[in-house]
T-cell receptor
């Protein structure tokens, strides 16, 4: 399967600052990547679908101006949390869409964001 | 998207076989059933996927009855390291489709 990395693995920032999280597909050209958010003891919630070379598709209730997604290449997608607030503190996980016939997603290790 | 229902938690002991059942009454004809495992502060990891009958790999088996309204993930001889949350998902295979994670089943394996 595809190997997916995320950077940073954790980040602490002050309220009002912006934070960028990178998601890289190390051995697989990913046309489609996904971004999820997971609060403590809760399930993963899909935030947006990131397609290479086009605008991301956001799930209902996710502010596209707050969570900026850029998928400029087949190996890199970035999520920028703009003007972060404590309620944005969460575990952010990206995934790469695998081969179409298996509908399998390969997940990154996640990024823990803490906003003070 | 078909909704899935799983037990919130399960307890087991090392060496036992664990069966986690997932209900998906509204599964569509082109939906596959996929199970993921997630350890704390890590991304989910694919375990197994199937459409009907039985699928087995080096990690687990997946049993799917003829009506496909449920599925059972079977973990043989669990160890402490199998303590994790297990998610059952259903989805189609045309191109790609987004995954909807339910609440999952927290499996706790004790010595």
């Amino acid at each position: 399967g595809a190997v997916v990395s995320q950077h940073p693995s954790w980040v602490i920032c002050k309220s009002g600052t912006s934070v960028k999280i990178e998601c890289r597909s190390l051995d697989f050209q990913a046309t489609t990547m996904f971004w999820y958010r997971q609060f403590p003891k809760q399930s993963l919630m899909l935030m947006a679908t990131s397609n290479e070379g086009s605008k991301a598709t956001y799930e209902q209730g996710v502010e596209k101006d707050k969570f900026l997604i850029n998928h400029a290449s087949l190996t890199l997608s970035t999520l920028t949390v703009t003007s972060a607030h404590p309620e944005d503190s969460s575990f952010y996980i990206c995934s790469v869409q695998g081969l179409a016939e298996y509908n399998e997603q390969f997940f990154g290790p996640g990024t823990r964001l803490t906003v003070l | 998207l078909a909704k899935t229902t799983q037990p919130i938690s399960m307890d087991s002991y090392e060496g036992q076989e664990v069966n986690i059942t997932c209900s998906h009454n509204n599964i569509a004809t082109n939906d596959y059933i996929t199970w993921y495992q997630q350890f704390p502060s890590q991304g989910p990891r694919f375990i197994i996927q199937g459409y009907k009958t039985k699928v087995t790999n080096e990690v687990a088996s997946l049993f799917i009855p003829a009506d496909r309204k449920s599925s059972t993930l079977s973990l043989p001889r669990v160890s402490l390291s199998d303590t994790a949350v297990y998610y059952c998902l259903v989805g189609g295979l045309s191109g790609y489709s987004t995954l909807t994670f339910g609440k999952g089943t927290m499996l706790l394996v004790s010595p």
